[in-house]
């Protein structure tokens, strides 16, 4: 049969439709799967993200809340150069014409859809057509960062995949037009998320290489050309890292723990819902991948070996903390298996193509599901909480606290940022609000900034088991209070309410400065009343 050769790398293509589901173009059906992958998001109000409520009480803030009196008195916006803006730039302003919910909901969508459109048009851009091969990176759109709510970074790694296509396709074009308008994107890249910037730079730096080692040219004057190009695209992004940039809380803080993190890796590359990996479908995805490589179902594009080389290796040695944040070793793994689907192409017959084609359909549509039934559990206790938080006053100072010991073996994560719901229902102050310096541009007012988490290893909510050393202002041998929870110490002396979580079980005692006013089905939510540590000298 005379074949067609299209794309980058001349890889044989084997027609554009696949009989087995009804002549159905795969295009398509990945356009499809980007449906079902977003229907979940629009089933609930609240998806289950664990900072989603922190963020969209920033977004509320950045969309006008700041004009109330009783927020002004705790935050304040500082407008800087900061490159994690994707989502602060967009929602407020999607949220003038749609409302504010809505619009943070087309923005998780947008992040989805980019994942799923973008591998796609990397397929596009190396073999002229997209395939089924498509269908299988649509899965790692729902990776760790994706259900953490790591909103920013999700988004701009999705914005990624399609750049990245795009610097494909245009490499017939003149070689300084395409690099002006690549160093524009890849700036709007850098201001959306720094660390996704630096994806970007290594998926173009490494495809460019490999262009260079095929065509034999690595000591050719392509070379310092192809350099001059790279030097370029991130020159306006260097300088506003070193020059606009607002220096971190806690730039400097770097661990690696690469034996504690390693699973957390694998498990980062797809989840079915916040901490449930999906240890069946991805062990199918990396069966069929080496298989299929070994057997010659499909074919790798030769442009993108150092590609997935580079990748691979950058997820498995990527540092657990770096430049102020965590979980750096969780955002990588998914890039890896979106661009691993992406760099290949079914060789198979339309019959079985179509076979894997309805499969992958049936697992994406089991894997929305998965997801919209635990955020919907979920989403029934956010509305009690917000029920209860309703009696509280306006300008409520809200803590969060763990019951550890009554949670059992129950993700806590998912409750992390409750009390920001304060801030939306009752004009409020949470302490976990994303106000670090040099990363946000909601800000504390410095009265404030006292008792609120500086850094993000001070993100996390403390066990009712720790109240009773930071109510008496003392260390007590807990090296957690010190590195975690300084900004607690005396919380009796300036907040007005704590939330415990207890996720219905038995509930631990809590200290005598804690008066309880409701009693949820996962949550009580107590007074706090001074005592004598209050009292000024």
């Not at 220096?247 to 957390?264: I, P």
């Not at 694998?266 to 991805?282: R, S, T, V």
């Not at 938080?389 to 998912?414: E, F, I, N, Y």
Request: proline share 5%.
């Amino acid at each position: 049969m005379k074949g067609e050769f299209a794309g980058v790398g001349g890889v044989r293509r084997a027609g554009g439709r696949l009989m087995g589901i009804g002549r159905i173009r795969p295009a398509l059906l990945v356009v499809l799967a980007a449906l079902v992958l977003t229907a979940p998001i629009w089933a609930v109000d609240f998806p289950a993200m664990p900072d989603l409520p922190a963020h969209i009480a920033c977004f509320y803030l950045l969309a006008g809340g700041i004009k109330d009196p009783h927020l002004a008195q705790f935050y304040r916006i500082d407008w800087q150069f900061v490159p994690n803006l994707a989502s602060e730039i967009t929602v407020p302003f999607l949220a003038r014409a749609i409302g504010l919910i809505a619009a943070a909901k087309v923005f998780i969508s947008a992040a989805v859809a980019l994942w799923v459109l973008g591998a796609a048009a990397i397929q596009r851009a190396l073999f002229g057509r997209v395939g089924i091969a498509a269908l299988m990176a649509a899965f790692f759109a729902y990776n760790a960062n994706f259900f953490w709510g790591f909103l920013n970074y999700d988004f701009t790694a999705g914005l990624d995949l399609l750049v990245f296509a795009g610097w494909i396709a245009t490499a017939t074009w003149p070689r300084w037009r395409r690099v002006a308008a690549f160093t524009a994107i890849v700036t709007v890249v850098y201001f959306c998320h720094l660390f996704a910037e630096a994806v970007l730079l290594l998926m173009i730096g490494c495809f460019e290489l490999d262009v260079l080692i095929r065509d034999k040219a690595l000591f050719s004057r392509r070379v310092f050309a192809r350099a001059v190009d790279m030097a370029s695209l991130v020159l306006p992004s260097a300088f506003a890292f070193f020059f606009l940039k607002p220096k971190a809380a806690d730039g400097g803080h770097l661990e690696f723990n690469f034996l504690s993190t390693w699973d957390d890796r694998l498990e980062a590359a797809f989840q079915l819902h916040y901490d449930a990996p999906g240890y069946i479908i991805l062990g199918l995805l990396a069966l069929l991948w080496f298989v299929g490589l070994w057997r010659g179902w499909f074919r790798f594009h030769p442009a993108m070996r150092l590609v997935v080389l580079a990748l691979l290796a950058a997820a498995v040695f990527m540092p657990e903390w770096a430049l102020g944040g965590w979980g750096v070793d969780l955002r990588l793994p998914a890039i890896l298996g979106a661009v691993a689907f992406a760099s290949v192409e079914f060789q198979l017959s339309p019959r079985w193509q179509g076979a894997l084609a309805a499969a992958a359909l049936i697992a994406l549509g089991f894997s929305a599901a998965a997801a919209g039934g635990n955020w919907a559990y979920y989403d029934r206790q956010y509305a009690e909480f917000r029920a209860a938080l309703a009696k509280s006053p306006r300008g409520v100072k809200l803590m969060t606290v763990l019951d550890g010991d009554a949670m059992g073996l129950a993700s806590d994560q998912p409750y992390w940022h409750i009390a920001e719901f304060a801030i939306l229902d009752r004009s409020g102050f949470s302490p976990l609000l994303f106000t670090t310096a040099g990363q946000h541009v909601v800000r504390d007012q410095p009265a404030y900034q006292a008792i609120a988490a500086a850094t993000a290893q001070q993100g996390s909510p403390p066990d009712v088991g720790e109240l009773g050393d930071l109510a008496a202002n003392q260390v007590d041998g807990d090296k957690d209070i010190p590195e975690e929870f300084p900004y607690l110490m005396l919380f009796q002396c300036h907040f007005d309410e704590v939330v415990v979580i207890r996720s219905g079980g038995r509930p631990s005692p809590a200290p005598d400065v804690l008066k309880l006013r409701h009693r949820g089905s996962f949550f009580d939510l107590y007074d706090v009343r001074p005592d004598d540590a209050c009292a000024k000298p």
